[in-house]
Every structure is written in structure tokens, then in C-alpha cells.
């Protein structure tokens, strides 16, 4: 009992989720924590567990990589499914980034932000987590360009010119339709290809 009858409240203080970095989140991984082929992102600190990629997905990935070294081989690094280091509790991994050269700055770090020219994600099941999640981290980091590949939606939408953390631009392409980079106008991929056969 407190002064005058008074009953003093204890200090109440609630648990709180413990985020980790991206350094703390590289030792994991250096220590071998998770099994190899266990896709795991670092989105604001916390860890994302990603579905397994499924044939239509890696497809989409092949096709798009494939076009790209085919057309900017030794003008820019073609990266596929690779993490990019967002900010000190982000890690996420796309499906796929045109990296500014030379590729040896690579080997001893990953792409920060400022090494980004596009960045791709292929989306199947993970279509909300994509738009809703990922494409706002690029945007406030700043990249100037993602691509969106919705294969259920039979579609593929170009997010340009990130402002205030959003990006201002949006054109969305269906099949029959080819789309380039804006950093490469002359790269041109065939929307149909990268979505497959259609059925």
C-alpha cells in the first residue's frame, strides 16, 4: 500500500518482438541456421518464409533472364533470385535485377539501392505480399523501376519513377504486348513469353 491508502501500480511492461539486421541476419545464414534450399527474406527485421518456386514461376524468371544477358551482356549484371541489402532490417531476395557493372563489386558485397536498375518479382501465390509489401520497400529505397509478373493475372505491370516513397508511374501489359527497361528501351521482352503457353 502506497501514502494515504494508495495502491501504486507496478511497472508494466509488455514483451516486444526482438527485429534483427541485416549483418545479424547474414551471420544466420553464415552459420547455417536453415537448411540450404529453404527461401527465407529479412522485411523490416523480420523473417519471411517464401513458398517453394513452382515450374511456371522459375519459367517466368528463365525467360526473362535469358532475354536480358542475351541483349545487355557486358552493359549491365543480370542477377536472378539474389538478395539486395534494402536498409539495416531488409533483405528481400527478387526473382530478378539489372545490376549497374562491373559484376566484381558483387563478389565481395551484395546491390545496395544506388546499384539498381530494375528489379523484378514473379508472383504466383504471392501476388498480395509483392505489391503490398515488396514494391513499397523499393520504393522507399528508391529504385527507379519494378516490374510485377502476375501469372494468374496473366499480366505484367512496370512501377516507375519512385517519389515520396510510392512509385508514380504504372503501365500494365497483357499478352501480345513487349515491354523494356526504361534504363534499355532497346532490351524488349515479349510479355506472352515470359507468361507461357496460355492454358
Known sequence: MGMAGQTLSPEVTAPAPR????????????????????RIELIKGELI??????????YAVDVLTQA?????????WVS???PVRLETG?????????????????RAQ???????LLVVE??????????????PLYAQA??????LVDLPGERLSVYRHPEAGTYTQLTTYKRGAEVAPEAFPEAVVSVSEVLGEAG
Do not use: C
Open 142 to 147: 528508391g529504385l527507379p523501376e519494378m516490374w
Open 19 to 38: 527485429r534483427i539486421t541485416v549483418d545479424e541476419f547474414e551471420r544466420m545464414i553464415a552459420a547455417n541456421v536453415w537448411p540450404e534450399d529453404e
Open 68 to 76: 536480358f544477358i542475351r541483349q545487355l551482356a557486358g552493359r549491365v
Open 122 to 135: 514473379v508472383s504466383d501465390t504471392t501476388l498480395a505480399y509483392d505489391r503490398d509489401v515488396k514494391m
Open 110 to 116: 551484395l546491390p545496395e539501392p544506388a546499384d539498381v
Open 90 to 106: 531488409t533483405r528481400p531476395q527478387p526473382d530478378g535485377m539489372l545490376l549497374r557493372p562491373p559484376a566484381n563489386r558483387y
Open 80 to 82: 536472378g533470385q539474389n
Open 49 to 58: 518464409a517464401m513458398p517453394p518456386i513452382n515450374a511456371r514461376h522459375a
